[in-house]
């Protein structure tokens, strides 16, 4: 179907649909239907009138013309004369004709020259049936319309007729007058209408348009400026109410953003304090711990499985402080160091990382033949593939087989981690890469976790303008990331901004979640 015959499906189907139409259309259809049908009363109504006029005007002609006639056919009675009759100055068209018994003597039609013409035996027939009194509307085929009387004079009848030709050209007229300036009054109404219509609901427009703008703002982000407003064009109208109504909820909706931008920039900077303030006494815990091992001799059992107690919840405390204050300076929008990073080795050496901290879990390694290049920093994107795997080991019974897969695909580096565990229920997932959440209720936890593994994932992915995916169901649950792979004139241009790396008290890659 080519596109024109689908718009001109879609049309159709719009039209049959007045559910469909916009409310300047139905507006617009409202007033010019109602217009017409108005106009076309008043036509219908003027015409019959019209009607009616020349009617009566013919009747009473006939009339006069019916008086002289019998008046004839009394005085030819009386002299015996023949029962013709002749009458001067009858009107042009006039039908004269004198009934004795079952036959019509001289009838006739008198045209402008004042010449007779006898009617044919068709006319006859239907000028004999005429009543006697009554005024009645006869078609002639020879000689159309006409208007007849018939008159009882003794024993004849006269019989005279009008032609309604003249009423019927003058009514034609009119209809053709009226008909004409009927469509020309619709044409000006539909365009003055619309003009009015759209006119009036100008302002609605507006709103529609300010909502549309707003629709399109990233709100979800937290940091879209609602600026926009409706401009007031039409005060003291009810289309104004809406307006103002608009623009207060508007104040409104920024209040309440602005309100929500502060108390989550306050969050953001007590957890970046708490973690800092957190960091040094952490150390002295571990540096304390430390130092007691050194006399490791002279502790007993008891006390060097509590100090081995506490250096491990020491480290899990260090990794979640870590986490955190990552997860704090990218919610700054810190800017990572952009670099040309060799995506292929960096999954190698995260793969044999994981395997050398857990050999419990096979994992299958699929790499494309030429090395995948991507922009960004190396460290974090280390940490990505990093917190995914080590999600799996942690979340999967042991001897879970995981399979990890890197490919080039069109403009994009897109990384598979999939493992055949149970899964995460399908309630769970939408819920997965929030901060502190966890999904243990179906994944078997082998050690503790922050919740926050699969949040800073997300994160990191996001600064790295990429996505991230999670699929899940029993026996299979795959995380796909998507970045983009390298240009080296994007690249090039791209300001390198130092990242929370390069900071010398810059935390170590947190731990998975």
Same mark, same amino acid.
């Given at each position: 179907?080519?596109?024109?015959?689908?718009?001109?499906?879609?049309?159709?189907?719009?039209?049959?649909?007045?559910?469909?139409?916009?409310?300047?259309? $139905?507006?617009?259809?409202?007033?010019?239907?109602?217009?017409?049908?108005?106009?076309?009363?008043?036509?219908?109504?003027?015409?019959?009138?019209?009607?009616?006029?020349?009617?009566?005007?013919?009747?009473?002609?006939?009339?006069?013309?019916?008086?002289?006639?019998?008046?004839?056919?009394?005085?030819?009675?009386?002299?015996?004369?023949?029962?013709?009759?002749?009458?001067?100055?009858?009107?042009?068209?006039?039908?004269?004709?004198?009934?004795?018994?079952?036959?019509?003597?001289?009838?006739?039609?008198?045209?402008?020259?004042?010449?007779?013409?006898?009617?044919?035996?068709?006319?006859? $027939?239907?000028?004999?049936?005429?009543?006697?009194?009554?005024?009645?509307?006869?078609?002639?085929?020879?000689?159309?319309? =006409?208007?007849?009387?018939?008159?009882?004079?003794?024993?004849?009848?006269?019989?005279?007729?009008?032609?309604?030709?003249?009423?019927?050209?003058?009514?034609?007229?009119?209809?053709?007058?009226?008909?004409?300036?009927?469509?020309?009054?619709?044409?000006?109404?539909?365009?003055?209408?619309?003009?009015?219509?759209?006119?009036?609901? $100008?302002?609605?427009?507006?709103?529609?348009?300010?909502?549309?703008?707003?629709?399109?703002?990233?709100?979800?982000?937290?940091?879209?400026?609602?600026?926009?407003?409706? $401009?007031?064009?039409?005060?003291?109208? !009810?289309?104004?109410?809406?307006?103002?109504?608009?623009?207060?909820?508007?104040?409104?909706?920024?209040?309440?953003?602005?309100?929500?931008? +502060?108390?989550?920039?306050?969050?953001?900077?007590?957890?970046?304090?708490?973690?800092?303030?957190?960091?040094?006494?952490?150390?002295?815990?571990?540096? =304390?711990? !430390?130092?007691?091992?050194?006399?490791?001799?002279?502790?007993?059992?008891?006390?060097?499985?509590?100090?081995?107690?506490?250096?491990?919840?020491?480290?899990?405390?260090?990794?979640?402080?870590?986490?955190?204050?990552?997860?704090?300076?990218?919610?700054?929008?810190?800017?990572?160091?952009?670099?040309?990073?060799?995506?292929?080795?960096?999954?190698?050496?995260?793969?044999?990382?994981?395997?050398?901290?857990?050999?419990?879990?096979?994992?299958?390694?699929?790499?494309?033949? !030429?090395?995948?290049?991507?922009?960004?920093?190396?460290?974090? +994107?280390?940490?990505?593939?990093?917190?995914?795997?080590?999600?799996?080991?942690?979340?999967?019974?042991?001897?879970?087989?995981?399979?990890?897969?890197?490919?080039?695909?069109?403009?994009?580096?897109?990384?598979?981690?999939?493992?055949?565990?149970?899964?995460?229920?399908?309630?769970?997932?939408?819920?997965?890469?929030?901060?502190?959440?966890?999904?243990?209720?179906?994944?078997?936890?082998?050690?503790?976790?922050?919740?926050?593994?699969?949040?800073?994932?997300?994160?990191?992915?996001?600064?790295?303008?990429?996505?991230?995916?999670?699929?899940?169901?029993?026996?299979?649950?795959?995380?796909?990331?998507?970045?983009?792979?390298?240009?080296?004139?994007?690249?090039?241009?791209?300001?390198?901004?130092?990242?929370?790396?390069?900071?010398?008290?810059?935390?170590?890659?947190?731990?998975?979640?």
């Amino acid at each position: 179907m080519t596109q024109a015959a689908a718009s001109a499906a879609q049309l159709g189907r719009r039209i049959q649909n007045p559910s469909s139409w916009s409310l300047r259309r $139905r507006l617009l259809v409202v007033v010019v239907t109602l217009f017409a049908l108005l106009t076309a009363a008043v036509a219908i109504a003027s015409v019959m009138t019209m009607r009616v006029v020349l009617e009566t005007r013919v009747d009473e002609q006939l009339r006069e013309l019916s008086g002289r006639a019998v008046v004839a056919a009394q005085r030819a009675q009386q002299t015996g004369t023949d029962q013709t009759i002749d009458l001067s100055g009858n009107p042009v068209g006039a039908l004269i004709a004198v009934q004795q018994g079952d036959r019509l003597i001289d009838p006739h039609v008198v045209n402008r020259l004042g010449q007779k013409f006898a009617l044919s035996e068709a006319d006859e $027939r239907i000028v004999l049936a005429s009543e006697n009194g009554v005024i009645q509307n006869e078609s002639l085929p020879r000689f159309g319309s =006409y208007r007849v009387i018939a008159t009882e004079v003794g024993d004849i009848r006269v019989i005279v007729g009008l032609s309604l030709s003249d009423a019927n050209q003058t009514l034609a007229a009119l209809g053709f007058v009226i008909a004409v300036s009927a469509i020309a009054a619709v044409t000006i109404v539909l365009l003055l209408g619309d003009m009015i219509i759209r006119r009036a609901l $100008r302002p609605l427009t507006a709103v529609i348009a300010t909502t549309e703008r707003i629709s399109q703002l990233p709100l979800a982000s937290g940091n879209a400026q609602l600026t926009n407003r409706v $401009r007031i064009e039409e005060p003291a109208s !009810e289309v104004e109410r809406v307006q103002e109504s608009m623009n207060r909820m508007l104040n409104h909706i920024e209040e309440a953003f602005d309100a929500r931008a +502060l108390s989550e920039r306050r969050v953001r900077q007590f957890v970046a304090d708490a973690s800092h303030e957190l960091r040094t006494p952490l150390a002295a815990v571990r540096g =304390y711990a !430390e130092i007691t091992r050194k006399h490791d001799a002279e502790l007993s059992a008891d006390s060097r499985a509590s100090l081995e107690r506490i250096e491990a919840a020491a480290r899990r405390m260090q990794a979640l402080v870590d986490d955190l204050l990552l997860l704090a300076r990218l919610d700054e929008g810190r800017e990572l160091v952009r670099g040309e990073v060799d995506l292929s080795l960096l999954v190698v050496e995260a793969v044999a990382d994981a395997q050398a901290a857990g050999r419990d879990h096979p994992i299958a390694l699929e790499l494309p033949g !030429e090395p995948v290049m991507v922009p960004g920093d190396q460290l974090r +994107l280390q940490q990505i593939v990093a917190n995914l795997l080590a999600n799996a080991r942690v979340h999967t019974p042991e001897g879970t087989a995981i399979d990890v897969q890197l490919r080039a695909e069109g403009s994009e580096a897109v990384i598979d981690i999939v493992d055949a565990g149970p899964g995460i229920p399908e309630a769970l997932q939408q819920s997965a890469f929030e901060r502190f959440a966890r999904g243990d209720s179906s994944r078997s936890r082998i050690a503790g976790s922050s919740g926050l593994g699969l949040a800073i994932v997300q994160a990191l992915v996001e600064a790295h303008h990429g996505r991230i995916v999670l699929e899940s169901e029993p026996g299979r649950t795959a995380f796909t990331v998507r970045l983009p792979l390298w240009q080296p004139k994007a690249a090039r241009d791209a300001p390198a901004e130092p990242s929370g790396t390069d900071d010398p008290g810059a935390p170590p890659a947190p731990s998975a979640s």
